[in-house]
């Protein structure tokens, strides 16, 4: 009964059952905030600019360390590409995903460990924001992979957000230890055809992916 109330409001939520009626999650969370306040963090100045007067947009959007851009995990970004292709057979809008990832990341990683890790993950969320409409997904296939269900695009539309992507990406300065990097970001595309199962489609972005 709560999956069912939380998909007719809309989806993306989470209720629960007390025996009687369904709740949201969220009306929890904040009354249980509203008993234990947790104490303000400290405001984070951005970066001054650089000599030359450019500010690195990402760079400033890092700095803003509370706020992250929430990506799905794949579970459940596999449960909605299962449901896109089920809706496509019945006469729905084609289904593409792309499997993007940041050249950089694993020798960035390896040299900085975790602190890379999670200033990457930022890089990727932010630019994903900005290259993605409401009803696409975005999701962290795995520590180094992410992932974009595209519903109701053909090919060429799944080709611009690739090239948006990459083009974004490369406009990306990440600074770690007072070194700064370049990035730049490899993607793989796949569209649904007759037959597929969702796992034909992962198959064929992450081969195009590794090309």
Known sequence: EALSVARQNGGNAGYWHDGRECHPVHTVYQQAVAANPM?????????PPPEDGHVDQTTVALADRDKDVPLSGRSVFLANLKRRIAEWRRGGSNVSVLLGRVDQHEALVARFGPQAQEFLRKVTGRVLESVTRDMDECCDYDEQTFALLLPGGDDSTAQRVAQRLKSQMSECRLKLNNESFKLSASVGLAN???QDTAMDILMRAENQLQQ
């Not at 104490?39 to 970066?47: G, L, R």
């Open 39 to 47: 104490p303000a963090a400290a405001p984070v100045a951005p970066p």
């Open 192 to 194: 649904c055809t007759e």
